[in-house]
């Protein structure tokens, strides 16, 4: 035996070393929450462990699908990586794989987001799995996650088929001791084999492309190993049964041993929701008198059972929208159960919203945005800007890259009216412009939209994580790769008024909105871009280059809130003792924004500051 | 050993390091562990919370009234997180006003050390040492020594003794 080597791995980290444990050659990924650390896992592992794998943060999920597909089209073992509304985003390239299929082993890896923390949805992707008729892999557990990886690729192979694991964020961003074994070279060369037929699949060929894969799927249905299993309730078939999986199974399994109510029922754990297996469907409707199905988010297995008297999201037993915690769980199984209810805990508060950092570039452009244009409509997209919010400078948000053209949909709306047109500022992150917002600027110029653009480009991708973006020019595993000028982009867009602008500098940065707007009224004006240039201040290499000032508040402070409410610098705080605002010296960087906020200038910001 | 503990605080105050390093120490110790933690868009100054599971358990998440601990490291997450720690003996909060738990004022201690980047670390020194954790101290010093950053070390061990003792 070897030395063992276990490791507190999160749920991201350990789908990372599966896959690198694996043999997987090239992965591409998106960032979004809760899926963002798979990826920079795998360069580490890699980079570990000395296993060549190709790493990319690829501009969008679609795009890395189709990348990461190629290189299971060599042969090669891939994975692609994203959130669930990524998957919107992959889903063309996603059906016709499914119908096409793969050569070596291809895993969609579709982190849902139940609640949900951190996305504009809660839909669950194994719907999408579904629909696409590909098999999905519903882990329960970080460990459960990983040990999948081999199984998955297994699958994959044997069927040519993609397969999805589909973990949620509480498996995601769960910690858990877990083993980890050496990474695994598979055999062989890229060596992509032509097939006209297969690749190219014009319709003639797609209605026994379609019977392939639905027999594939009767197959995989079949798979004694994938079965559901029987994980508690002993030797003898009770009355009841609750059939579970994801991190659902986890909880109702640890509720069952809590409730000591073990012995009453036998509990099933899926591991693959889709497709459910056609024995344990037949097995389970003749054996049991009560079943319960506990799965989020939506009822994928509970629809497959196809019995009206199941318990579950149907009858109402089990809510149909929010995430099934423990607490949600435990009311379920005791109504299931009849057992008496536990006393409810006080409903918990709302707890204290987020906010753009002390010192964010977007906090300046949000500030200049609604300072010079009050009345203004300001569309806006996804994230950290989207707590543009809390400074009333932002008043939509709807999915990558919608804003863009939202600000057209706006323009033409009061256009054709003949009404005074507003002023529409349109907000969008440098990763989002890229993500999807480049194509929608196409059709907005084209169309003649007229409206502001600002390009809040901070260099990097901040809500996920940091992550690169193409015009920094670095790649995934911190080598140099080639950068993409966005204000070349946006040129070649058809954009004829592109100004670049740092928003710390306040006074030139209004000057340049007003411009801009003046810009959008003349008669042979247009669209107008303004990229907002400033680092991330989590970027810690930028902040050294940062100049630093001393900020404090004098007595002149009316306690007027102007700032607390319009501005909402974290590192400025009321004190109820002084009854004025303080600067918190802790959370203050030294941006010097702030100067320009107060109405009665008693914010006072020198030079000479030290960090 | 089974112990449930939820850390609790707002984004930027390093919940998640001590989360990481609670789980260090529970392997250490040769427990199994689980945790669950909060990313994304509430790390910018939101209320976060982590679960801490020793022990044998499968769900990562604590149940209401469930938690044998509850670690806050900021008063104002009191509100949304307390009803998680099963009585009031077991709530720590981080706070220079008096309350209704065991209260001790951690950032004020690591800014009087000059370091408030490890008032975490300060006040996880005051809870091992006061509250009836799954190890001893000597364990989270080691995980401590295992996950910190080198250059973060000497400072993060500085900030867990100035806890531990209580003051400078």
Request: overall charge neutral; proline content about 6%.
């Amino acid at each position: 035996m070897g030395k063992k080597d276990e490791r507190i791995l999160m749920g991201n980290e350990a789908i990372a070393r599966g896959l690198v444990e694996n043999g997987c050659t090239l992965i591409a990924s998106y960032p979004g929450t809760p899926a963002s650390e798979i990826l920079p896992a795998v360069v580490q592992f890699s980079r570990q462990t000395g296993a060549p794998i190709h790493t990319e943060w690829s501009v969008n999920e679609k795009v890395a699908y189709e990348v990461a597909l190629a290189n299971s089209m060599a042969g090669r073992r891939s994975a692609v990586a994203m959130k669930q509304v990524g998957l919107n985003v992959a889903s063309d390239p996603l059906t016709r794989s499914a119908y096409l299929g793969v050569v070596g082993g291809f895993i969609v890896v579709v982190a849902d987001d139940p609640g949900p923390h951190s996305s504009q949805t809660e839909q669950d992707s194994r719907f999408f799995a579904q629909f696409a008729q590909i098999p999905v892999f519903d882990p329960s557990s970080p460990r459960e996650a990983k040990e999948m990886i081999g199984p998955a690729y297994a699958l994959s192979e044997k069927y040519e088929i993609p397969v999805m694991l589909r973990p949620t964020t509480r498996v995601c961003h769960s910690r858990q001791n877990i083993q980890c074994a050496a990474p695994r070279v598979m055999p062989g060369k890229a060596d992509f084999k032509k097939n006209p037929g297969r690749w190219i699949a014009t319709p003639q060929f797609l209605t026994e492309l379609h019977r392939l894969l639905n027999e594939k799927l009767e197959k995989i249905a079949q798979e004694e190993t994938l079965a559901p299993r029987r994980s508690l309730g002993g030797s003898q078939e009770k009355e009841l049964c609750v059939i579970s999986s994801g991190v659902a199974y986890a909880h109702t399994r640890e509720l069952l041993e809590d409730l000591g109510a073990a012995d009453e029922v036998d509990l099933y754990k899926v591991v693959m929701p889709y497709p459910l297996n056609r024995a344990f469907v037949e097995r389970v409707n003749r054996s049991y008198s009560k079943i319960l199905v506990i799965e989020e988010t939506c009822p994928v297995i509970e629809m497959q059972l196809l019995n009206p008297l199941v318990e579950g999201r149907r009858s109402g037993l089990i809510p149909g929208h929010g995430e099934l915690t423990p607490d949600v769980i435990e009311k379920v199984l005791e109504k299931f159960l009849g057992r008496p209810s536990r006393e409810e805990a006080p409903a918990r508060g709302k707890g204290v919203r987020p906010t753009l950092c002390a010192g964010c570039p977007h906090r300046a452009s949000f500030y200049a945005i609604k300072d010079t244009f009050p009345q203004g409509i300001f569309p806006s997209d996804i994230g950290c800007y989207t707590l543009g919010m809390n400074l009333g400078a932002i008043d939509t948000c709807h999915v990558m890259g919608a804003c863009i053209s939202q600000g057209a949909g706006f323009y033409h709306a009061y256009a054709r009216d003949g009404k005074d047109m507003p002023t529409i500022v349109v907000t969008i992150g440098d990763s989002t412009f890229f993500h999807s917002g480049i194509p929608a600027l196409i059709n907005a110029v084209f169309q003649g939209a007229r409206f502001i653009l600002v390009i809040l480009d901070n260099a990097t991708t901040a809500m996920t994580g940091n992550q690169p973006t193409p015009q920094v020019g670095i790649l995934a595993d911190g080598h140099k790769g080639v950068s993409v000028s966005i204000a070349d982009l946006v040129k070649a867009c058809g954009v004829r008024f592109v100004r670049s602008c740092d928003p710390y500098e306040t006074e030139a940065f209004s000057a340049l909105l007003k411009e801009a707007d003046d810009y959008t009224r003349k008669s042979d004006g247009g669209m107008a871009v303004i990229i907002a240039k400033h680092p991330c201040v989590l970027d810690r290499e930028a902040m050294k280059d940062q100049r630093v000032y001393k900020v404090h508040v004098s007595e002149d402070c009316t306690a007027c809130r102007h700032c607390l409410e319009n501005f909402e610098c974290p590192a400025l705080v009321y004190r109820e003792d002084l009854d004025r605002v303080v600067v918190d010296d802790i959370l203050c960087i030294g941006c010097g924004v702030c100067g320009t906020v107060c109405p009665v200038d008693a914010i006072v910001v020198e030079k000479g500051g030290e960090r | 050993m089974k112990q449930q503990i939820i850390l609790s605080g707002l984004g930027g105050q390093g919940v998640l390091f001590i989360t990481r390093v609670l789980a260090e120490a529970a392997v250490l110790r040769g427990l199994e562990v689980l945790t669950s933690e909060t990313h994304g868009m509430a790390m910018r100054g939101g209320t976060v919370i982590s679960h801490v599971k020793v022990g044998s358990f499968s769900s990562p998440l604590i149940r209401s009234g469930k938690a044998d601990i509850g670690i806050f490291l900021h008063p104002r997450s009191l509100e949304a997180h307390r009803s998680y720690v099963a009585v009031q003996a077991g709530i720590f909060v981080n706070t220079d006003k008096p309350g209704e738990y065991h209260t001790f004022d951690a950032t004020g201690l690591a800014a009087r050390l000059g370091a408030a980047v490890v008032s975490n670390l300060v006040f996880l020194g005051h809870v091992a040492r006061n509250a009836a954790l799954f190890c001893d101290e000597r364990a989270v010093r080691e995980a401590i020594e295992k996950i910190s950053p080198p250059h973060q070390l000497e400072l993060n061990l500085k900030g867990f003794e100035t806890g531990l003792k209580g003051n400078l």
